[in-house]
């Protein structure tokens, strides 16, 4: 089923945002903004977390998760550890949540009103998905240009 495929991708990206982080030589170039890099490494998580959590977690999972999307790109200097724990809460909700998924709830529209109209469930799923991998890659560039 598509969820098992989705459990996978979404714990490897995850997993490899945790990694991205952990690599980096400094902590405070997590938070580093620099010329035409508007969204620092730690913003970008943050972001990733709230989407992720909030799509998913709060509206398939019924999680309660409440979000605040300003917050996902004004903060800063979180630690370092606590940015990869909410990243570890936020593998073991998808985990859960997808796990919970039926044929049915995937093949029906999603819940919310997304890119101003419907979408079936699964579609949505992947394009988190997708999002997920694309801020991924500019955490990693971000890490190799930044860190130094």
Do not use: C
Request: charged share 25%; proline share 2%.
């Amino acid at each position: 089923m598509l969820t098992d495929t989705l459990k996978i991708l979404y714990s490897r990206d995850l997993a490899k945002l945790k990694q991205e982080l952990e690599l980096y030589n400094s902590e405070d170039n997590i938070w580093r903004v620099d010329k035409n890099i508007l969204n620092s490494a730690g913003n970008l998580s943050l972001h990733l977390i709230g989407n992720l959590n909030t799509y998913i977690g709060a509206e398939l999972g019924n999680t309660g998760y409440i979000r605040n999307r300003p917050e996902e790109f004004s903060l800063n200097n979180v630690p370092r550890q606590e940015l990869i724990s909410k990243i570890e809460r936020t593998i073991e909700v998808l985990d859960v949540t997808l796990g919970s998924l039926t044929e049915d709830q995937l093949k029906s529209e999603y819940p919310q009103s997304v890119f101003d109209g419907k979408v079936l469930t699964e579609y949505f799923l992947v394009h988190l998905a997708t999002h997920l991998s694309y801020h991924l890659g500019q955490v990693n560039y971000h890490r190799r240009l930044l860190d130094y």
